[in-house]
């Protein structure tokens, strides 16, 4: 990845009680993830490996980007960009990771974002209201809701997020 330079870059683990295969399907069925990302209203599929995404900031600016897969290799990994000419441009991972037990699963997102046209910081409160990171945490944990019963923190699940600056923020 890192195809440009990103400024922001997001991340979070969470564990889920649920089978590697399930968390995937329901990760790759792009439009279902309207139900975990708050700020995403729609999600286009374009063709299996492209989509439109469309999102409204609280302050109701829309905005809307393309992506493409990357990477994918199932039930392990998807990895997506925006695609050249897209007002954001993104990046990310989510990485599956099936623990010993064979019924949870350890799901990890990093995002990095970028922006053409207009300042960063402000191009990204558009989309988001806040911090991207502090979205991202929120969004993960409404994922492992829908999802599963909660199973309790991973061992490792307090990555930092990294953020303009250098601000490092821990996960609660």
């Known amino acids: ?3 440009f330079n990103a400024r922001v870059i997001a991340k979070c683990t969470v564990n889920v009680e649920r089978p590697v295969e399930d968390l995937f399907r329901f990760w790759r069925n792009f439009e279902n993830l309207t139900e975990v990302f708050t700020q995403i209203r729609e999600i286009q599929v374009i063709s299996p490996n492209r989509t439109r995404w469309f999102a409204v900031a609280p302050v109701g600016t829309a905005i809307e980007w393309e ?3 990357v990477a994918e290799t199932p039930n ?7 695609v050249p000419g897209s007002q954001l441009l993104q990046e990310g ?3 599956f990771k099936e623990m010993e037990n064979g019924r949870n699963t350890r ?5 990095r974002y970028g922006a053409t046209g207009m300042a960063l910081t402000d191009h990204l409160r558009k989309v988001f ?3 991207p990171g502090l979205e991202l945490e929120r ?3 409404r994922f492992k809701t829908r999802l599963g019963p909660p199973v309790g923190p991973a061992p490792d699940s307090r990555l930092p997020f990294r953020l303009l600056s250098g601000l490092v923020l821990t996960q609660k």
């Not at 799901?107 to 995002?111: F, G, L, Q």
């Open 1 to 3: 990845m890192n195809s």
């Open 67 to 69: 992506t493409e897969i």
């Open 76 to 82: 392990e990994l998807i990895a997506w960009r925006s």
């Open 93 to 95: 991972t989510v990485r």
């Open 107 to 111: 799901v990890t997102v990093t995002m």
């Open 129 to 131: 209201g806040s911090d």
């Open 139 to 141: 969004d993960l944990k």
